[in-house]
């Protein structure tokens, strides 16, 4: 049997950066207690375009993160129509840091972060929450039926 992953092109590229920026949600994988835990939060991305969150100290996978910063992203929604298997979906490895609320950049961050996700206003000022960029390591794209590709940050422009 051949290789099912398919040299990474331009349009695989562009496909995975057009997720990244068009969706506002995503699976979250971590470890809780040594075993796999997956959650939906908030996508957003930083002003220099990695993935970022904001989280909040009561959530469960917060506490994971900090446990253990090694996570994962699945960021991609099937379309109302048709298999779902076969809508593109992005896999993201990466390391979580947490952005401290003295950082010099969070107001920024924040500021960026209120452009695509409004309704945090109500929320993003309460003590318990922080945001989470979420640098990425290694990424696979499956475009859709027979369309598989590994990329790398630089493929993603990270």
Do not use: W
């Amino acid at each position: 049997m051949t290789d099912p992953i398919r040299p990474t092109d331009d349009e695989a590229r562009a496909l995975a950066r057009r997720l990244l920026q068009e969706e506002t949600t995503a699976a979250l994988a971590v470890l809780r207690g040594g075993a796999p835990f997956v959650t939906r939060i908030a996508l957003g991305l930083a002003p220099e375009g990695g993935p970022i969150s904001l989280v909040s100290d009561l959530a469960a996978h917060t506490q994971a993160l900090r446990a253990d910063p090694v996570c994962s992203l699945l960021v991609g929604t099937p379309g109302e129509r048709g298999d779902p298997l076969t809508h593109p979906r992005l896999t993201l490895q990466a390391g979580a840091e947490f952005v401290g609320r003295d950082d010099p950049g969070r107001e920024a961050l924040a500021a960026h972060y209120l452009r695509g996700h409004p309704k945090a206003k109500l929320y993003i000022g309460f003590a318990d929450f922080h945001f989470v960029c979420f640098r990425v390591t290694g990424a696979f794209l499956n475009g859709g039926f027979g369309r598989a590709f590994n990329l790398t940050p630089a493929d993603l422009s990270l």
